[in-house]
């Protein structure tokens, strides 16, 4: 246990000393919060009004549209024909032609532009010519604009979990964010640092510097020791990163203050429209603050729990998966050499990202539940489901197994990893493979 330890040591503080460890730490929460940054000032300064000539045969659309910050309609009284040439030279981004039966017939509407209109104009231009054939055919049936305007309303349910603690709160989004967040980190964390080992075990052999290590110690040990080392170097990474990346998102949102509703839209709009981004507008238009409601669900979920488990599935796929890279370091020559091994690796972590998808509209669903228990891809699928609520029973099965599962891989890359380390110039089969896992000796 005390060379197990001082592997570890080593191998931790050899890269926790390295500049691109410091540089990545320091970069990481920079470039998380630069890049959201980036995003929010890259939708309100790219805020370019369209200028939209309308041709209106039917004459029953003029002046009904209203301008916003992305359109703005002219309704222009000459002949098409005319139009078509002169939109251009008035500086007009799209000429719209409403037919006379544009009642009866909605998709003879024609849209005439100088290079191809974005889908998101066109699908502003679609959606007010529609909802104006609405106001219009709901009118002819009798039905007045008062009336229109009283029938629409916004439902904003509160969402309450139930439980024998009795009644909290709950937020459907931020559940799912969370779960979402977690589950990409634990998958972006078991590749970058699965293959810091698999490449420390490749420059130890290929360097010789491995034959002088084996001479002091098992080759187990040494497997060990480079895993749980580089397990605890991502930690420090992972902590340091959260520290920093709250402390500059608290900086940054004192020093913006409130983003403004036209900011707010800009953004929607770039993003083709996120669901419930109608809500959010009318919460904020009724003097309600949404991101106030998300602290208070945050506050409503289990965070220690949440925690906790991020920490163990983390470890856990982590030292599951780390074992077969160190394996495969082992028994190649060159980086070239792992693709065929890395494929096998890597379909269990990929089906893990599939299966997260479908956990998240589905969390208590038979696939998410059974995927939640294989330790290939438990990691990720359980901590989507656990900011939803998971059964104790449920979870302890899938940590239990999770255990056997390092354990079994642990143990099948340890017989692999103590044949390879010393193999040299021999191009290297699964076939081959099979056979070092059962050498005597």
Not at 208 to 234: D, H
Not at 252 to 261: A, C, N, S
Request: proline share 4%; aromatic share 10%; net charge positive.
């Amino acid at each position: 246990m005390h060379t197990i330890f001082l592997i570890i040591k080593r191998e931790y503080l050899v890269r926790v000393r390295k500049k691109s460890f410091i540089i990545m730490t320091i970069l990481g929460p920079l470039l998380i919060f630069g890049f959201y940054a980036i995003i929010g000032w890259a939708a309100v300064s790219s805020i370019n009004q369209k200028k939209i000539a309308v041709i209106d045969e039917s004459g029953r659309f003029d002046g009904k549209f209203k301008n916003d910050d992305e359109t703005a309609y002219s309704f222009l009284k000459v002949p098409l024909a005319t139009a078509k040439k002169t939109f251009v030279k008035n500086d007009y981004n799209a000429l719209v032609f409403i037919p006379k039966d544009v009642i009866e017939q909605p998709k003879t509407v024609q849209i005439f532009a100088e290079k191809s209109v974005s889908l998101s104009l066109q699908s502003n231009i679609e959606r007010d010519i529609a909802k104006e054939i609405e106001t219009i055919k709901l009118g002819e049936a009798g039905i007045t604009q008062k009336i229109i305007q009283d029938a629409k309303v916004n439902v904003d349910a509160q969402t309450i979990s139930l439980s024998d603690a009795g009644e909290k709160s709950s937020n459907g989004i931020v559940t799912t964010i969370i779960s979402g967040f977690c589950a990409i980190l634990i998958y972006i964390s078991v590749l970058i640092y699965g293959t810091q080992v698999m490449r420390g075990v490749m420059e130890e052999k290929t360097s010789r510097i491995v034959e002088v290590i084996i001479s002091s110690v098992k080759p187990f040990q040494l497997m060990m020791g480079k895993i749980i080392g580089v397990a605890l170097v991502g930690l420090t990474q992972f902590m340091l990163w959260i520290v920093l990346t709250a402390g500059l998102f608290t900086i940054g949102t004192r020093l913006i203050g409130q983003p403004k509703e036209k900011a707010t839209s800009a953004m929607d709009s770039r993003m083709g429209g996120m669901p419930g981004q109608a809500d959010v507008q009318q919460k904020m238009a009724n003097g309600n603050n949404p991101v106030a409601d998300v602290m208070k669900a945050i506050d409503t979920l289990n965070i220690p729990l949440i925690i906790g488990c991020f920490l163990f599935y983390f470890l856990g796929g982590y030292l599951l998966y780390s074992a077969l890279f160190g394996a495969v370091g082992a028994a190649v020559d060159s980086e070239t050499e792992t693709q065929q091994f890395m494929f096998p690796i890597m379909m269990p972590i990929i089906a893990a990202i599939a299966f997260a998808q479908i956990a998240v509209r589905d969390p208590d669903g038979p696939l998410a539940v059974w995927t939640s228990m294989i330790p290939f891809t438990s990691p990720v699928v359980m901590m989507v489901r656990i900011p939803f609520g998971v059964p104790g029973w449920q979870l302890a099965i899938s940590m239990g197994l999770l255990v056997v599962g390092f354990i079994g891989t642990t143990w099948l890359a340890a017989r692999i990893y103590r044949v390879g380390i010393l193999m040299y110039g021999k191009k290297t089969s699964f076939r081959e493979l099979s056979k070092w896992v059962f050498y005597k000796g």
